[in-house]
């Protein structure tokens, strides 16, 4: 239940001492990690503080990714499609969190454009046409992730989405070569920027 649905504990819960609710508040914080990022950022943090987890996250990225070309190989078969699947997954996961904390969009679009580069032109073996399930998870969820960062993209002020373009660009002109081409026509992604 929430207090949308019961408008008569939001007004109570609002008639409280204030004493009564701080209490209750930091209790509630301390439940939500999540939460506790969010405002650990907005309170005590500014851009220098936002620079250095851009830094950060970007150096975890290709840190995760250069770890990851040792366990996932470029050859088509079921560990290497689950491999860069979870992998992607994992990085996305990552930027998810970087986004919740600090809603910068333009970082996440940044770090989605890399993750997806990575995955598509670093193991373009495991974007040709193939008949396992695992294949087919993985083309499914990139197209997805593509249709998530254009849609972040067609966001952005034109002069970031110029900074962005040759990049994402690059990527639908791989992904259109590849088994992803008839994924993203699914979605009716756009092939041109």
Not at 171 to 191: G, N, P
């Amino acid at each position: 239940m929430s207090l949308h649905q019961d408008p008569e504990l939001k007004k109570a819960v609002l008639n409280l001492p204030q004493k009564e609710k701080d209490k209750l508040l930091v209790r509630l914080i301390s439940k939500d990690k999540m939460l506790i990022k969010q405002l650990h950022y907005q309170l005590f943090e500014d851009e220098n503080d936002l620079e250095d987890r851009i830094i950060s996250l970007r150096a975890q990225l290709q840190q995760l990714f250069n770890t990851g070309t040792s366990q996932v190989g470029g050859s088509p078969n079921f560990s290497n499609f689950t491999g860069l699947n979870r992998l992607v997954k994992q990085a996305s996961g990552m930027v998810n969190e970087h986004e919740k904390v600090t809603k910068d969009k333009v970082s996440e679009v940044e770090f989605r454009i890399y993750i997806l580069s990575r995955a598509i032109e670093g193991y373009p073996e495991l974007f040709q046409s193939s008949y396992q399930s695992a294949a087919h998870k993985l083309h499914k969820y990139i197209s997805g992730r593509l249709k998530h960062v254009l849609t972040k993209y067609d966001k952005l002020h034109e002069d970031l989405q110029f900074d962005f373009r040759e990049d994402l660009q690059r990527i639908l002109d791989v992904a259109t070569k590849s088994a992803l081409h008839s994924y993203m026509r699914d979605l009716k992604l756009q092939t041109e920027l």
